[in-house]
């Protein structure tokens, strides 16, 4: 086992025990060309055969209606109204990120085309449109707790249900940082109902040497499949030429290998706080405590049996 | 034969305005007996949805073509007339043939796009169960009908029965599927033997003549055959030829890329610039050349001047590439054949809030407007009962479905994308009017009332006109009630829309009216009918209404 096994920049393939791994493989998602046609959502659905999973009609927000991802959404298309003086009687509740301010914005209305305007006029609405997916970490709660070994590491350093292997215990659901991995509802014809399920990365396709179903799908290239070490440098570079064309609010997001999971396979270029776009600001891995718990309940153990050899030494009358 | 002037007689002519909503008006009075609804859906996409589907109701028989069972092949047992009352199940007399259609992979064919090129397809899977495609389902009806007339002696019969109608496919197949082939060569025509049999394929439109020995079904389309190769199904990659790609596909006329591509060069002759050659002069071998086939007589010099009073092509100098005008130039306008221009003008769409700020006149003087009870306009301003329908209502697209739902509410996964009808209204217009984000909404206007659940959006903006504020409703079209099997429905938006055409094409004004919107559910059932009608009398509307052409002072009538 690795020193960074369980916390920290790993590589996570080889630390599973394949031996000779391929480069690691994952997904680069620039939320600033994303159009919002759900291309990806819809790809997704055919190639996977997913049930569609009808919410009780619009859900009021902007044009998303797929709320989430879940287990019958892999893909999930958020839409984010931001304007910079609403015009709704909207509550203040101070919260960070909601809406941009001024400075926020930037000098250019980035993903509505017209970039780079250096005249000072800030826009004062955007629409942003994000494509959300699995983000496969490197050190994947879901995968630690997993009882049954249904989840695993493939050989690409992605994170796969065997929706044979699953028992449907749902150990893996509030494990996940991000709300991923759910439980697929459904009627008795449903295929896995009960089971857990999530973004595969389109493992079958990657083993027939095809690119996944949403990036194939994709209009814009907004979502880019390949090695995640290249995606990285990609994604970076984009995000200094979105800042140097004054738009101060792009971002990388899973990036870091230093972060709460170990870095993402999926990562995200980003326009503003994760926390505009449903996304968890520092997500960490659930079992980064459990060397330290180990320890404490070590200790606890050790003060108890001190404590009953005490009892049992003194007072013996 | 020239002796009956190669039947030239036989083929359909214009008896009148043949466009869709006059056709409509003319089945309510009785005048239409049958209607082929072919791969549209009316009922939910033409304007005035009630006016369509009780046109339909007064048709003797129609045919419905399509995958699913649109609201156009169902009005008659769940549309929004049954359910309103207006129309009973029972007391409908017209006959409605259902035909499923087979799809573009079930079927040969070709498409044409609006590059004017041809793309053969080729069939990939038999069509599932009874469907078919129109093909099949044109030449079966054809020869069915031809077979009854057979032996006719009336005069109205000759035209079908002198027709040479032999798309028999050479390959038997169990469908009995006639040859796309056959029609394709039949497009691009041929010399006709000395037997008068099917000679060799043309290879150009300039290949016909006008003594009866070649044949052609529409002489832009002759070349897509030449050579006896279908060449709208050539698929030479792009890497593999130059950047014009002239082997994929083919152009109309003679593959002709860009037409008018004279117009690449200068008037010497020389392409404007290197990056943008395209067709120019080769003084070499006197004839135009270049990357596509030259739009030009092919050895015209570019400093040919014809003599004045030269007609034709001939008559066109060899520096004029716009040759289908008869001065070879450009033309900002026409000036005559249109019956509204020459210059586009700022008039008020035909149901306005507003007066119009740039002219007396209103509206465009030569609209076509309907005087009827069945189309009913909403005042516009200054006219009294404005302030009934006091909002502007636009409709549109959204990604996830397709024009009036036929090819997107059947299928679960683009409808669980956007399940439901619902308005976009600005915040400013929920306060005036006390609609909820998420909540429902009634929309309503002279010719019926929908409803729609409410999205409240920034991006929807008040507009201040004329230093008022007046309020926009946008409303997406895809929904229909009723239809069979569909996954999702809802009302329909254009069913608000009247019917007030332009001159020229009888296109429907769809894009801009006035309404009125309150939150909550419509009223259902029959209760619909007498809300509509409350708003109408409320805002005194007559026949009249908004449907004055000439409103400058002084005017003549």
């Known amino acids: ?317 | 034969t020239a002796d009956n002037e190669y039947c030239f007689h036989h083929l359909p002519k214009l008896t009148g305005d043949h466009g869709t909503y006059n056709t409509v008006m003319r089945m309510l009075e009785d005048g239409v007996e049958g209607y082929f609804v072919m791969g549209e859906n009316p009922a939910v996409g033409s304007a005035h949805g009630r006016m369509q589907r009780l046109g339909m109701s007064h048709l003797k028989w129609m045919v419905v073509r399509d995958f699913q069972l649109i609201e156009s092949a169902t009005w008659w047992k769940d549309g929004p007339e049954i359910r309103s009352g207006e129309l009973r199940t029972e007391d409908i007399e017209t006959e409605v043939f259902f035909f499923p259609a087979a799809s573009h992979v079930e079927k040969d064919g070709t498409f044409t796009q609006t590059q004017r090129m041809l793309q053969w397809h080729h069939k990939a899977v038999d069509p599932p169960g009874d469907a078919r495609s129109e093909l099949h389902f044109m030449w079966h009806l054809g020869n069915t009908i031809r077979r009854r007339l057979a032996g006719s002696t009336e005069e109205r019969d000759r035209p079908l029965l002198d027709l040479t109608w032999d798309y028999q496919s050479d390959e038997p197949n169990p469908l009995d599927e006639p040859s796309a082939d056959k029609v394709l060569r039949e497009i691009n025509g041929w010399k006709i033997t000395e037997s008068g049999g099917q000679g060799e394929l043309l290879n150009s439109y300039t290949e016909m003549k006008a003594d009866g020995s070649t044949t052609g079904g529409c002489w832009i389309y002759t070349g897509v055959y030449a050579g006896g190769v279908n060449q709208s199904a050539r698929r030479k990659p792009g890497q593999e030829q130059s950047w014009v790609a002239p082997e994929w596909g083919w152009a109309w006329p003679s593959n002709r890329r860009i037409i008018y591509n004279r117009a690449s060069a200068d008037p010497e002759g020389r392409p404007w610039s290197e990056r943008k050659a395209y067709v120019w002069w080769d003084e070499e071998s006197g004839s135009w050349t270049g990357h596509d086939v030259p739009d030009f007589q092919a050895t015209k010099r570019p400093d040919f001047r014809p003599e004045p009073g030269t007609s034709g092509p001939d008559g066109i100098a060899g520096d004029d590439p716009f040759i289908m005008q008869a001065d070879g130039k450009g033309w900002l306008y026409v000036p005559t054949g249109l019956l509204d221009g020459p210059m586009p003008a700022h008039y008020e769409p035909q149901e306005s809030p507003f007066r119009n700020a740039v002219y007396g006149q209103q509206s465009n003087p030569t609209r076509q407007v309907f005087k009827r009870k069945d189309n009913l306009q909403n005042p516009s301003d200054g006219d009294p009962g404005a302030e009934t329908y006091p909002y502007v209502f636009t409709t549109y697209r959204l990604t996830e479905h397709h024009t009036a739902g036929g090819m997107s509410r059947w299928l679960p996964y683009l409808s669980e994308l956007q399940p439901q009808f619902f308005c976009e209204v600005s915040p400013e217009l929920a306060a005036e009017r006390g609609l909820a984000n998420g909540g429902w909404a009634t929309i309503v206007t002279a010719r019926t009332a929908v409803e729609a659940r409410v999205l409240v959006t920034d991006r929807m903006r008040p507009l201040t006109v004329d230093g008022r504020t007046v309020h926009q409703v946008g409303l997406p079209y895809h929904w229909g009630q009723g239809g069979q099997g569909a996954v999702v429905d809802g009302d329909s938006a254009n069913d608000l829309l009247g019917i007030t055409l332009d001159p020229n094409v009888h296109i429907q004004e769809s894009k801009a009216a006035t309404c009125d919107i309150r939150p909550g559910r419509r009223p259902a059932g029959n209760a619909v009918r007498p809300f509509v009608e409350d708003y109408i009398s409320r805002a005194g509307i007559t026949v009249e209404t908004s449907n004055e052409l000439r409103t400058t002072e002084g005017g003549q009538q």
């Not at chain 1, 292997?165 to 009627?187: F, L, M």
């Open chain 1, 1 to 317: 086992m690795n020193r960074n096994s369980l916390f920290g920049p790993l590589d996570p393939a080889a630390d599973a025990g394949w031996d000779e791994a391929p480069k690691r493989k994952g997904f680069l998602t620039d939320t600033s060309v994303c159009i919002g046609c759900k291309a990806c959502e819809v790809a997704c659905k055919e190639w996977n055969a997913i049930p569609a999973d009808f919410s009780d009609g619009i859900t009021g927000n902007s044009y998303d209606n797929s709320e989430s991802l879940g287990a019958s959404t892999w893909r999930h298309v958020a839409f984010i109204e931001q304007t910079a003086t609403p015009r709704g009687s909207t509550v203040e509740l101070g919260m960070p990120g909601v809406r941009p301010g001024l400075e926020g914005v930037g000098s250019g209305a980035a993903g509505e085309g017209e970039v780079g305007e250096q005249d000072g006029e800030k826009p004062d609405f955007r629409w942003l449109m994000s494509s959300d997916v699995c983000k496969h970490c490197t050190h994947a709660a879901c995968l630690d707790v997993c009882p049954t070994g249904s989840l695993f590491r493939t050989e690409f350093g992605t994170v796969v249900v065997q929706d044979d292997i699953c028992n449907g215990c749902g150990y893996c659901v509030p494990a996940c940082p991000y709300g991923v991995i759910e439980r697929r509802t459904g009627d008795e014809g449903t295929k896995n109902v009960g089971i857990a399920q999530k973004c595969t990365l389109c493992y079958d396709r990657l083993g027939a040497g095809k690119t996944p179903a949403c990036a194939q799908a994709c209009p814009t290239e907004s979502i880019m499949f390949g090695d995640v070490d290249e995606l990285r440098e990609r994604g970076r570079a984009r995000v200094q030429e979105l800042q140097d064309r004054g738009i101060d609010t792009a971002r990388m997001y899973g990036d870091d290998p230093e972060d709460g999971v170990g870095g993402a396979g999926a990562m995200f270029l980003l326009l503003d706080e994760p926390e505009v776009y449903g996304l968890p600001p520092d997500p960490v891995v659930t079992t980064r405590d459990l060397p330290e718990m180990w320890k404490r309940a070590g200790m606890a153990a050790a003060g108890l049996l001190a404590g009953a050899a005490l009892s049992f030494l003194g007072g013996r009358s």
